[in-house]
């Protein structure tokens, strides 16, 4: 019940409401993005969404536009050097990912949920098969985010997946919420060039 309609109700409600008062956010970033390099203001990839489907994931670019395509963050030679000054303060404060709220909107994401791996990261995909994590529609934050983001293994992090598909309820996606804010301001697990973001995450 909580999952197929309360859940999707709220992903709708709270993520039209958010793209509401960040349009000013969206407008300053956009402007910032354009005329500190080359290229669109969005970056567009393949993701892995719910049962293994895949969708185009939105966010605001954060690299070079001649940046190596599909490629983890961690294996580009000197991965600094693809990073646009822009982008480096919009990954340190996750802004880059608030686009993702239109694909929340289509439904083919989730404010809280496993973030969604990259089409060609099978290692993490077939992990998250054997603990039921596929099963669940992926989110913007989820439980491994608050609990290390990309200080983890890849092991570690679908088992928390796997943990959060199994327990998933509207208190714990609360906890997710409220927790992601905090670990956000501190900078928690953040991590340059590691974990989620590297092998997910090139923008």
Known sequence: MYQKYVKRFLDILLSLLALIIASPLFLILSVWIKLDSKGP???????IGIHRTT???????SMRTDTPRDMATHL????????????????????????????????????????????????????????GANDVVPGLTGWAQINGRDTISVEEKA??????????????????????VAVVLKKEGYEEGGGESSSSDQK
């Open 41 to 47: 203001v969005f970056f567009r990839q393949k993701r």
């Open 55 to 61: 969708f185009e994931i939105l966010k605001f670019r």
């Open 76 to 131: 580009l030679n000197n991965p600094d050097q693809w990073i646009t000054r822009a982008g480096r303060f919009l990954r340190k404060t996750s802004l880059d990912e608030l686009p993702q709220l239109i694909n929340i909107l289509r439904g083919e994401m989730s404010i809280i949920g496993p973030r969604p791996a990259l089409w060609n990261q099978y290692d993490l995909v077939e992990l998250r098969e054997a603990c």
């Open 159 to 180: 088992r928390l997946d796997g943990e959060y598909a199994s327990k998933i309820s509207f208190s714990m996606d609360l906890k997710c919420l409220f927790r992601t």
